[in-house]
């Protein structure tokens, strides 16, 4: 048995070899898709341009205006005089926000009269604009906390409350530290799929599966021997996509490698079983192609909580979810990369994907066993 | 004990009988032809007698073993070869080589020897590191037979094995199979060459999943030995070919190049009853001569009368 699937896996390994295309699509599309996304999937907003009409130019608006430049979310174009000049800014896009300070000003904050600051932003693109309004109000929000607990006596009793919003593991809410997780997901469930799916049905195809099946080898050893090759390039694909993040991305890595090694090798296992399934199914590889990367790529990329929250999508949907393996990757991923979380912690997930992967080998192995006699 | 023994072998699929109670007997050491038209049920029955297909019913032994008992062991005793398969190409020679010699489970030192037998048989001595997809068609198709008999299987499928080959490369072929006879290898082979039939020691036709004949190639001319086949040299092949069709003696006939092929009914007067009839009916008769039957004649001969029957 051992024998014959390493000759079925060396077989498959010179074949790979021998197709530099093959290869080159399997481990580095993966990390190029991540250079992709990870940059086009990017919903911060960072150095977003700032002018500033100061019309009180006092101690107090210098101030403010430095805690937005010192934010990081703003960057400093200048100073503006006129309201005119204001349009001109924002209409040649020199400016996405502007922020109007009044006049009497410190006057106002010292003697602790309620007063506005207007900020001005560029509304072409909705979903900027709101979280640029998100910023701007929680810089003021905590400008003017710091103002009223440094204008009380610290043993005055109302101290004003603000909500102070704290984001535990990406506290600069940095998207791309929960994009990269799922994009792990996605392109390892892709490429697993799409080329385990090929291999069998490539033998099929070519007639090479007849004369194998004249030989006394089993249909597990032959699976066994086509399938380890992908597993270990699918694997491999997997740690370079890692990789690639931690230096582009800055992606932390708190939590066990192995713990991480490990899951990845389940899902991916979990991958190839329904790549084989729909190998022995389809009858030509264009037809496999389809269906592997149809199968793989919509359920991974919308149910899985990649991008859209499952929390709000209808139960229906929601319960179809349950049967995407990367919706359960996901949380094993974003658990151990980012908060360094412990197999207590997602033992459940891995059983899920546990399930998955009995399941869809079970399938795989039953189809290709009544195929093969 | 022969080598394969098929006992009222059928094999159905749906209402589609395939193969209807084969029986047939395959001796050690024996070349035998499977000649049949496409559909006629040949893959059918190697498919079976290599265990791949379970048959409906009947019996086939396959070196003793019965192929519906233990398709496996049946496995482990056969060779098989077929033109489609074209080995893997993006493997070399070696590569090719070693696959087989992994899935069939030889030894390290059996397969150095089945190795250097391999590439001796196909003339592949320095051309180990070729790619399979580079070789010419009948090395590769020496090789498919080298890979296919690795293990040294008493028993040998070949599958229409020289399709798309030169003729050159076909007579090699045959010498290899020759040899490996023999050696006391039984081998079964189904091709539509039909001269290359002539290689067999026997025969088998099928024709809608029934055997329609068996035998040695002599054997099987012994059908024209009352029916005699004519050749005629005429002016007008046409016009004589309507003329002889009008006789009661003549079976059938047939263009052959410029010349006419009649089948007669009856052995006697011949030549006789062929030459009055043209000359009766005004055509120029160069030469009229008995030729003897050719395999082909016999196949056709076969399909058209089982044809008719059924």
């Not at chain 1, 250079?35 to 403010?64: H, P, W």
């Not at chain 1, 929680?138 to 004003?160: D, G, K």
């Not at chain 1, 149809?294 to 359920?299: E, N, V």
Request: with cysteine.
């Amino acid at each position: 048995m051992i024998r014959t699937v390493v000759a079925v896996a060396t077989k498959e390994l010179h074949q790979i070899l021998r197709d530099p295309r093959t290869l080159a699509i399997l481990l580095l599309f993966p990390a190029f898709m991540l250079l992709i996304y990870g940059y086009a999937l990017n919903f911060d907003l960072r150095d977003v341009r700032l002018a500033v009409q100061d019309q009180d130019r006092s101690t107090e608006s210098r101030a403010l205006v430095s805690a937005f430049t010192n934010s990081g979310y703003f960057q400093l174009v200048g100073y503006v005089d006129s309201d005119e000049e204001i349009t001109a800014l924002v209409n040649r896009n020199q400016a996405r926000a502007v922020l109007v300070v009044p006049s009497r000003f410190e006057q106002d904050v010292r003697s602790r009269r309620p007063t506005t600051v207007q900020v001005i932003i560029d509304g072409d693109n909705a979903n900027t604009a709101s979280t640029v309004m998100g910023y701007a109000q929680a810089i003021v929000a905590e400008f003017s906390t710091a103002i009223s607990l440094r204008a009380t006596p610290l043993n005055s009793p109302r101290a004003s409350i603000a909500l102070e919003p704290r984001i535990w593991y990406n506290p600069q809410l940095r998207s791309t530290l929960f994009l990269v997780p799922g994009l792990i997901a996605f392109i390892s469930m892709v490429t697993a799929v799409v080329s385990t799916a090929l291999s069998v049905v490539r033998e099929k195809e070519r007639g090479t599966m007849e004369q194998i099946r004249m030989s006394p080898i089993g249909p597990m050893s032959f699976v066994l021997g086509k399938t380890l090759p992908y597993l270990a390039l699918s694997f491999v694909a997997a740690l370079l996509i890692l990789v690639t993040a931690r230096i582009l991305f800055d992606l932390p890595m708190r939590g066990s490698w192995v713990l991480l090694c490990g899951s990845i090798l389940l899902f991916l296992i979990g991958a190839q079983a329904q790549g084989l399934l729909i190998s022995s199914i389809a009858s030509s590889q264009q037809v496999a192609f389809q269906v592997a990367l149809l199968s793989s790529f919509l359920p991974t990329f919308i149910l899985s909580g990649f991008i859209f929250p499952l929390s709000s999508m209808p139960v229906v949907v929601q319960g179809i979810s349950h049967i995407v393996p990367a919706r359960y990757f996901l949380v094993v991923l974003r658990a151990i990369v980012l908060k360094g979380a412990g197999l207590a912690a997602v033992w459940e997930q891995l059983v899920w994907l546990a399930v998955f992967s009995t399941v869809a080998l079970a399938l795989a192995s039953l189809r290709l066993r009544r195929e093969w006699s | 004990m022969a080598a394969i023994d098929v006992r009222d072998l059928s094999r159905r699929f749906g209402s589609f009988l395939a193969v209807d109670s084969l029986s047939f007997q395959v001796q050690q050491g024996e070349i035998f032809g499977f000649l049949g038209a496409n559909g006629a049920g040949k893959s059918t029955t190697i498919r079976m007698l290599c265990g791949l297909l379970r048959p409906s019913s009947g019996t086939a032994l396959v070196g003793g073993v019965d192929v519906a008992d233990d398709p496996e062991a049946v496995k482990r005793r056969i060779g098989y070869m077929s033109q489609r398969f074209s080995l893997y190409e993006l493997l070399t020679v070696d590569q090719n080589i070693q696959f087989f010699g992994g899935i069939y489970g030889l030894t390290r030192e059996r397969f150095a020897a089945r190795r250097q037998f391999v590439l001796d048989m196909a003339g592949l001595h320095g051309r180990e590191r070729t790619l399979t997809r580079d070789l010419p068609g009948g090395w590769r198709q020496r090789l498919a037979l080298g890979c296919a008999i690795l293990h040294e299987p008493p028993i040998v499928f070949l599958d229409e094995p020289t399709g798309g080959v030169d003729p050159l490369s076909r007579r090699q072929f045959w010498d290899l199979i020759d040899r490996m006879s023999d050696a006391g290898t039984t081998v079964l082979v189904t091709t539509h060459y039909l001269d290359e039939a002539e290689h067999c020691h026997r025969i088998a036709i099928i024709q809608a999943g029934k055997l329609a004949a068996i035998g040695t190639t002599t054997e099987l001319k012994q059908a024209f030995r009352d029916r005699p086949i004519m050749e005629v040299q005429a002016a007008q092949p046409v016009a004589a070919m309507t003329a002889l069709d009008a006789l009661e003696e003549v079976e059938k006939t047939s263009l052959f190049g410029t010349s006419l092929h009649v089948v007669l009914r009856r052995a006697d007067r011949a030549e006789e009853v062929i030459t009055r009839a043209l000359r009766e009916a005004g055509v120029e008769v160069r030469q009229v001569s008995r030729v003897t039957p050719s395999l082909e004649d016999v196949f056709l001969d076969v399909v058209e009368r089982t044809g008719a029957a059924s």
